[in-house]
């Protein structure tokens, strides 16, 4: 969960669940008891909740996370839409909210201006005379966030020296992730094609006839299929190591001659030369530099030209959300287009999430919830220190830096300390149009980034998800773990439920973000977020054998007909999840010693337990989105985190009686016991 109310201490609560009037967190109605648990957990925690909750058009899945964004939308509009309803005070918070919803909204005049916003920069490409002229226009298009230069830079955290910022440059320009291009499946193959029409489409609706249009898609197409060939797969991507490659600037203008880094550096704003450099990907950066030295000029414009359509659809008129939408039906199957109010204030929050977010916790969130919270994650802490401790594959040395990083995480809870306040260096100006104010956005918004951070130690405490998201993530550079406010909500956290089923659910999660820090990736970075081997050979030859039981497991794991999980991909995850699930049970049980608990509408509090994660996982999911997951996302499909996470806990089978001739039932010595 990146990752994705209040929290109550286990101390909270002195008498017994019932006594205090608690409840057991289990609905009976959500369950299909004609199902087995042994044989589908799944559909045995919340069967009937799938068959009484089907898909709406709407989504491509529901369930808890998607009914806490809907939740979170109906509130943030009352708030967004009670300033765009009266004039504002201008250069206030308020107004900016305002003028940005109220642009967005204004359907009228985006469809009178078609595409007539970016016909300056369409045509400023398009009459460039050579090769020098239109490398120089990519670099000045790609600093104004078109994202015309197909490779990404920026500041970014040294991983080997997390307290400093370095400049970052990485592979991109791809409109896909490289498998769909190197060697796509069958959903693949059918996204490519709607891809390719799309943006067959964009080009069309810009001016050109149908066959210059379909002659530059092809030209821009063939640019991205010839990065994606030497790009890192999404396997390769996930190993630090693989992915940091370290120079001086001085090194990167000798390594690299082919992109002017000096020129880009200095458009981008940054005061001095880039000092050290990190390549995380060096075979597509010298792709990109024969691509700019050899590709026709004609199809260098396209790649632009593209880049910089696709980059505006979504603030140009109806036409081009409408054809977006087209191609997002195929890619994950949703079936009907989000009104324009829920489109307008995700647009709002992309660009003052901050702000909206302040407004939200002042409202949703108060004090007493983060500090409650805070409470419960130490008691994960406390209960996953005592499972190192416990475990019998590492050696003293290792447990003791593996207890000294768990340690030191540091908890953010709900909202940052301290605010950003990143809206205060823009203006929004009603009499231009949307492109041209969030074009303005994103050059204060960069060139703010630059001046707070650039030569300056990294600020640890700032948070990189608003407080709104419905998510939660750990950072191995900061070693934190991080829950904003809307997370902390039923079904992941109800204060009316006893702690059997909070912790089944929330602490879970949280045990997830902490396992986070001990994953294939995370455990590459010491307490302090550089990447360091704190290792000893053998205890890390031990722990990859281990978690390869779950690569080997999830592998297994068929969730549409001929599509097959990855079990290398989903590793960190599913690692997540494991060792989520056990810290969390572990502290349930810590807290049943001074707080036993009984058994509530027929289940034991361990039944209770793993009822509740079954019931967070809940969701109907369309096949195309299905394959979407499995294809582009490092999580596993929802339901393999209840049906092929579960086999591997102990204390799963303990609680539902699981044996052996069950379809789910797993050996012990061929689980996965690692946290």
């Not at 896909?176 to 964009?202: F, G, H, R």
């Not at 659910?505 to 986070?516: D, K, L, Q, R």
């Not at 999840?577 to 807290?591: K, P």
Request: proline share 5%.
């Amino acid at each position: 969960m990146k990752a994705k109310i209040l929290l109550f201490a286990a101390s909270f609560i002195a008498t017994s669940a019932m006594a205090q009037g608690l409840k057991s967190g289990v609905d009976r109605n959500n369950m299909d008891f004609n199902v087995k648990p042994g044989e589908n957990f799944y559909e045995y925690a919340a069967g009937n909740w799938l068959k009484s909750h089907p898909l709406d058009k709407e989504h491509p899945m529901n369930g808890a996370f998607v009914d806490l964004e809907e939740l979170n939308k109906k509130r943030i509009r009352e708030m967004v839409e009670d300033y765009a309803k009266k004039p504002q005070t201008k250069g206030t918070v308020a107004q900016k909210i305002a003028s940005i919803y109220n642009l967005y909204m204004d359907s009228v005049r985006r469809n009178r201006e078609g595409y007539a916003p970016i016909k300056p920069v369409l045509a400023k490409i398009r009459a460039a005379k050579n090769r020098k002229d239109l490398i120089k226009l990519m670099y000045d298009l790609d600093v104004k966030g078109y994202g015309t230069f197909p490779v990404g830079f920026g500041m970014t955290v040294d991983a080997m020296n997390s307290d400093r910022y370095i400049i970052g440059i990485s592979q991109g320009g791809i409109g896909l992730d490289p498998e769909y291009y190197t060697k796509p499946n069958d959903q693949q193959k059918a996204v490519i094609a709607a891809y390719k029409s799309l943006n067959n489409d964009l080009f069309k609706m810009t001016g050109n006839d149908a066959a210059t249009a379909k002659k530059k898609m092809e030209a821009a197409f063939s640019i991205e299929n010839q990065i994606a060939k030497v790009s890192y797969d999404q396997v390769k991507s996930r190993d630090p190591q693989a992915n940091y490659h370290p120079m001086t600037w001085e090194q990167l203008l000798k390594n690299y001659p082919g992109v002017d880094w000096n020129y880009l550096l200095k458009a981008s704003g940054y005061p001095n030369n880039g000092g050290k450099v990190d390549v995380g990907q060096p075979e597509p950066v010298h792709e990109v530099e024969k691509i700019l030295a050899t590709a026709p000029l004609d199809a260098l414009k396209a790649y632009m030209e593209l880049a910089v359509i696709s980059s505006s659809a979504g603030m140009l008129s109806d036409n081009f959300s409408d054809r977006n939408f087209e191609y997002t039906k195929v890619a994950y199957g949703v079936q009907q287009q989000q009104p324009r109010w829920k489109r307008a204030l995700s647009f709002v929050q992309g660009i003052m999430g901050e702000a909206v977010g302040k407004l939200y916790v002042q409202k949703y969130f108060p004090e007493s919830s983060k500090q409650r919270m805070i409470t419960l994650v130490k008691n994960l802490q406390d209960a996953f220190a005592q499972r190192i401790e416990e475990n019998t594959w590492m050696t003293d040395a290792t447990k003791k830096k593996a207890i000294e990083k768990l340690q030191a995480f540091d908890i953010k809870i709900g909202y940052p300390d301290k605010w950003q306040n990143m809206d205060s260096v823009f203006v929004i100006d009603d009499n231009k149009s949307l492109i041209e104010n969030v074009k303005a956005v994103q050059e204060a918004a960069m060139k703010y980034r630059i001046a707070k951070r650039w030569g300056k130690p990294v600020d640890k405490k700032e948070w990189h998800m608003t407080p709104q998201t419905v998510n939660a993530y750990y950072d191995p550079t900061t070693n934190s773990i991080n829950f904003p406010a809307a997370i902390l909500q039923p079904p992941f956290f109800d204060p009316t439920v006893d702690d059997a089923a909070n912790y089944g659910a929330i602490g879970a999660v949280i045990g997830h973000e902490m396992s986070h820090g001990f994953d294939d990736q995370g455990c590459q970075f010491d307490k302090d977020g550089n990447m360091k081997n704190w290792w000893t050979e053998e205890d890390k030859k031990n722990y990859d054998a281990r978690t390869k039981v779950l690569v080997d497991w999830f592998n297994k794991q068929e969730v549409i007909p001929g599509l097959y999980v990855n079990g290398e991909k989903t590793l960190g995850e599913n690692i997540g999840d494991n060792g989520g699930l056990n810290i969390a049970f572990r502290a349930l049980e810590n807290s049943m010693k001074a707080k036993p608990l009984g058994d509530m509408d027929g289940f034991t509090p361990a039944q209770r337990f793993f009822l509740a994660w079954g019931r967070v996982w809940a969701s109907n999911v369309a096949p195309q989105f299905v394959a979407y997951i499995v294809n582009s996302d490092v999580h596993s499909p929802s339901i393999s985190r209840v049906n092929a996470a579960l086999p591997m806990i102990d204390n799963w089978y303990k609680a539902f009686d699981i044996k052996e001739g069950d379809k789910l039932f797993v050996p012990q010595q061929s689980r996965a016991h690692i946290w």
